[in-house]
């Protein structure tokens, strides 16, 4: 069974930066790979998504903010953020797709994930 860790979490000022990442447990023979957050009270949203390839897709609340990288060598998933605000105050959790699909961009919907990490806290004051 794959698991994901998430780290990078942490509390930052408003304008600050965070880099998050996401360690699989094994080499994952999987396709795409995606950031989801969720806000106190909310559903969790699709940030940004990636597949093996490199193509990414981006939530518009991400644009010109974070950028989803990966280093398949060391299994790992990344999210850059910069620029934030109290708005991106959430849980950032990472996921992948187990099954095998094909998409024509990788999905930010969390119906198309099927295995998640515990996720890592993000908390930014103004």
């Known amino acids: 069974e794959v698991q994901l860790v998430e780290s990078g979490g942490g509390s930052v000022q408003s304008g600050g930066s965070l880099r998050l990442s996401c360690v699989a447990s094994?080499?994952?023979?999987?396709?795409?790979r995606v950031w989801f957050r969720q806000l106190p009270g909310k559903k969790r949203g699709g940030v940004a998504a990636?597949?093996?390839?490199?193509?990414?897709n981006y939530a518009d609340c991400a644009e010109g903010r974070f950028t989803i990288s990966q280093d398949a060598a060391k299994n790992t998933l990344f999210l850059q953020m910069i620029k934030l605000n109290p708005d991106h105050t959430a849980m950032y959790y990472c996921?992948?797709?187990?099954?095998?699909?094909?998409?024509?961009?990788?999905?930010?919907?969390?119906?198309?994930?099927?295995?998640w990490g515990q996720g890592t806290q993000v908390s930014v004051a103004s």
């Open positions: 990636i597949n093996r390839y490199g193509r990414s």
């Open positions: 996921a992948t797709d187990t099954r095998v699909r094909t998409y024509i961009r990788p999905p930010l919907d969390p119906y198309f994930y099927d295995t």
């Open positions: 094994e080499f994952l023979f999987t396709t795409y």
